[in-house]
Nanobody, 120 residues
Framework: QVQLVESGGDSVQPGGSLRLSCATS????????MGWYRQAPGKQRELVAV???????KYADSVKGRFTLFRDNTKNTVYLQMNSLKPEDTAVYYC??????????????WGQGTQVTVSS
């Protein structure tokens, strides 16, 4: 069993900053990709940013230059630093973690979601 615990969602004004964190725990042998997705009302879930175990990052075009994703492998935690937030960043943000358990079975888990609201 693997658990993801997210934190950091809040309401901020445009131009503000937030940092989301997501810790993966449980029956883990190795975590490969960790990342964040978001879903706004009436829209499909979309990739925000993802980082591999080797540190390679991929960002959605809409967040490049404003958001930074980094991970602490000693804590199995991924962080999303969000700067220069815009109203269109308003969404529920979901953490995703992929890897393998000690038995060699792959896993792909989602967090419960954390709300980010950008509004004046």
């Amino acid at each position: 069993q693997v658990q993801l615990v997210e934190s950091g969602g809040d309401s901020v004004q445009p131009g503000g900053s937030l940092r989301l964190s997501c810790a993966t725990s449980g029956s883990i042998f190795r975590i490969s990709d960790m990342g964040w997705y978001r879903q706004a009302p009436g829209k499909q879930r979309e990739l925000v940013a993802v980082i591999t175990s080797g540190g390679s990052r991929k960002y959605a075009d809409s967040v490049k230059g404003r958001f930074t994703l980094f991970r602490d492998n000693t804590k199995n935690t991924v962080y999303l630093q969000m700067n220069s937030l815009k109203p269109e960043d308003t969404a529920v943000y979901y953490c995703n973690s992929k890897g393998r358990d000690p038995a060699g079975q792959s896993f792909d888990y989602w967090g419960q979601g954390t709300q980010v609201t950008v509004s004046s």
